[in-house]
C-alpha cells in the first residue's frame, strides 16, 4: 500500500523523579508552540511508540526512564496547533537529576497540582487526567 | 510544519457481544492479507481514535459499539506486512448481531481462547493480553 494519510503518532511521557515521586518533569520549549510541555515527540519509522518514549525522555531531560504505565492515547485533531497528531502518554520513573536537552529550554520540576502551569497543547488535560489516575487508579475517559 | 514522518495509526476492535459476552467478533479479511482479524482500520486526519474505532466496527460488523476500555498500542514496526502502522487497540460491547461489510468477507464469532484461529498481524498476541486483561485486569506489558 501507499503509506495511508493518517495523524501524525507523537509521545508523551509524565516522568516522576524516583527522589521526588509526587513531583514530575516538565520542559520549558525552546521551538513554538512556546510554553512548559511534558517530554515527547515524534515516534520515528521503524520504532516502537516505547522506544520513542525513551528516546524522548533522554533526548530532552538527559534522563534514562523506565516505563511503568500507559495512561492514555490523546487524539483530538485540534490538540497540536501544528497540525493532527496522535500522542501516546506513558507514565514512567527515572534515577538522577534531569538536565535540559536541546529542543528543551529549561527543566522545570512541579507538582501535578499546580494549576498556575503555562502548559501548552492538551498537556493541562493529560495532567488532570494523571492525578485523577494517580488518585483513584481510573484510567482516563475515552473521548467520542 | 511540514507532516512529519511517522508511523501510520490504526485501531483495531475487540467487540464482545452483549448476548454472548465471552466471546468476540472477527472478520474474515477480503484484503490482503487473508485471514481472520479484529474489525479494525487507519484513523482519518481529523478524527478522534476513539471515533475511527466506532467507525471501523460499524463499517465492517454492522454493529454500533460502545467502547469501555483502551487495551493497548501495538507498535511493532514489523506487526503489518504493509508498513509500519500503529494500532491502538480498544474493547467494546455491542448489541445486535454482526453483518460483514464491505471490507469483511464474512465475520466469526469465535471464543478468545480458541488458539486455532488463524489471525493476521499481530492479532493473536492481541487476543492474548486481552485474555490476560480479561483474568487478572491488568493491561499489557509495555515492550520496549
Known amino acids: 500500500m501507499s503509506h495511508p494519510l493518517t495523524p501524525a503518532v507523537a509521545t ?7 527522589s521526588r515521586p509526587d513531583q514530575l518533569v516538565l520542559v520549558q520549549r525552546r521551538n513554538p508552540p ?17 522506544q520513542a518514549a525513551v528516546r524522548e525522555a533522554l533526548e530532552e531531560t538527559g534522563l534514562k526512564v523506565q516505563l511503568q504505565t500507559l495512561l492514555g492515547v490523546y487524539s483530538d ?17 527515572a534515577d ?21 502551569l503555562e502548559l501548552v497543547f492538551d498537556h493541562a488535560s493529560i495532567l488532570a487526567d494523571y ?11 475515552l473521548r467520542l
Chains 1, 2 share one sequence.
Not at 508523551?12 to 524516583?18: L, T
Not at 512556546?34 to 516505547?50: I, K, M, N, S
Open 12 to 18: 508523551d511521557i509524565i516522568i516522576r523523579p524516583r
Open 34 to 50: 512556546h510554553g512548559l510541555a511534558l517530554p515527547g515527540g515524534f515516534v520515528d519509522l521503524g520504532e516502537r511508540v516505547e
Open 77 to 93: 485533531p485540534n490538540r497540536d496547533p501544528r497540525g493532527h497528531t496522535v500522542s501516546v502518554v506513558f507514565i514512567a520513573d
Open 96 to 116: 538522577g537529576e534531569p538536565r535540559a536537552g536541546d529542543d528543551a529550554g529549561g527543566i522545570r520540576i512541579v507538582d501535578p497540582a499546580d494549576t498556575t
Open 131 to 141: 492525578r485523577r489516575f494517580a488518585r483513584t487508579g481510573h484510567m482516563p475517559r
